[in-house]
């Protein structure tokens, strides 16, 4: 546990999207041991797959991440799975993953239509009393008096916060 309270502390102190992961998904990964996590987007830094697979060092998880882009090269570990897919290829991706999860990161496309259809097709596979996290439902970066002004992103994820 110390070299993960190690690991936790150095990555929280790299950005602001650290410091997300390590606020609001660190304390409900604490509640999980020898469970299974899935995550849709994985993305070229792969933040939150470097911290659920750092944390299943001693909780032993499996962590399940899909992307459009085949990053599955990024880590060789016994623990995760990588699937190559879009997040809406229903059919294929419940084959490949268990039917009971702990866990659920959704961080693909930011698009309220989108994030429902995630919602309504992956739910019933999450246990009782575990967390389904949606990233960037947050619109007030993105209004026009902010420093990232990017229109598309305000609507869509004010739409999504809906």
């Known amino acids: 546990m110390h070299n993960l309270q190690n690991f936790l502390k150095s990555f929280s102190a790299l ?3 650290h410091k997300k992961f390590a606020n609001f998904i660190f304390p409900e990964l604490l509640k999980i041991n020898k469970g299974n996590i899935l995550e849709f ?3 070229e830094k792969a933040m939150s797959t470097e911290l659920f697979l750092e944390y299943s060092k001693n909780s032993e998880c499996r962590i ?3 992307d459009t882009v085949d990053y599955s090269k990024k880590f060789q570990n016994s623990s995760w799975t990588f699937i190559h897919s879009r997040d809406d290829n229903f059919n294929y991706i419940k084959k490949m993953i268990p039917t009971e999860l702990d866990l659920i990161l ?6 309220a239509n989108h994030v429902e259809n995630i ?5 019933e596979r999450l246990k009782l009393n575990c967390c389904f996290f949606i990233d960037d439902i947050n619109w007030i970066p993105y209004l026009k008096t902010s420093k990232k002004n990017r229109f598309y992103d305000e609507i869509n994820n004010h739409e999504t916060f809906n």
Not at 119 to 123: A, E, L, Q, S
């Open 15 to 17: 950005s602001r999207h």
């Open 41 to 43: 987007g994985v993305s």
């Open 64 to 66: 399940f991440s899909i």
């Open 106 to 111: 959704l961080d693909t496309v930011h698009e």
């Open 119 to 123: 919602i309504f097709n992956y739910w």
